[in-house]
C-alpha cells in the first residue's frame, strides 16, 4: 500500500467520524427542541383541559408526543441528516422515522416496565431515573442509528 493510499484512507476515516460526531450533535440538539415541544404542549394541553374529559392527560401526550415527532423529523431531515441523498418517497421517510421514534419510545417504556415491576424499585426518583434517564439514552441511541441507517441512509 503507498503512502499516498494510506494518507487518503486516513482522511476518509476522519472525515465520517467528523461527520457522525456532528450529526451525533445534531440529533442531540433536535431532539432537544423536540423534548421541549413535547413537555411544554403536554403541560398546555393539560393545563387546559376541558372539564370532565376522562382520559384527557393521555390524549394531551398522544398529541405532543405526535407534534414532537414531526418536529423532529423536519429537523433532522432539514439540518442533521442533511448532506445524506433526499428521497423522493417523502410519505415514506416520515412513516419510517414514526416507526423509529416510537421503537425508541418503546425502549424507555420497557426500562421503567423493568425497573417498576421487575426490580420494584417504585419510586418517583426511581420511575425518573429507569424512564427519563437510562431510557432516554438508550431510545435516542436506537433512534440515532435507526434515522442514520435506515430513515436517512445513502
Not at 7 to 34: M, N, P
Not at 68 to 74: C, D, G, H, T
Request: net charge positive; charged share 15%; hydrophobic share 55%.
Amino acid at each position: 500500500m503507498s503512502e499516498a493510499t494510506t494518507s487518503a484512507d486516513t482522511a476518509t476515516r476522519v472525515a465520517t467520524e467528523a461527520s457522525v460526531a456532528t450529526q451525533a450533535l445534531r440529533f442531540l440538539l433536535v431532539g432537544g427542541l423536540g423534548f421541549l415541544v413535547d413537555v411544554g404542549l403536554f403541560n398546555l394541553l393539560r393545563a387546559n383541559a376541558p372539564d370532565g374529559v376522562h382520559g384527557w392527560p393521555v390524549a394531551a401526550k398522544a398529541v405532543a408526543l405526535v407534534a414532537a415527532i414531526a418536529v423532529n423529523w423536519l429537523g433532522n431531515r432539514a439540518w442533521t441528516f442533511r448532506t445524506r441523498v433526499r428521497r423522493a418517497d417523502t410519505a415514506r421517510e416520515a412513516m419510517e422515522f414514526f416507526i423509529a421514534s416510537v421503537a425508541g419510545s418503546l425502549v424507555a417504556l420497557a426500562c421503567l416496565a423493568i425497573s417498576h415491576y421487575g426490580m420494584h424499585l417504585t419510586s418517583a426518583f426511581a420511575d425518573n431515573l429507569s424512564a427519563n434517564v437510562v431510557g432516554l439514552v438508550l431510545g435516542s441511541a436506537l433512534r440515532f442509528v435507526a434515522y442514520r441507517q435506515w430513515v436517512f441512509r445513502r
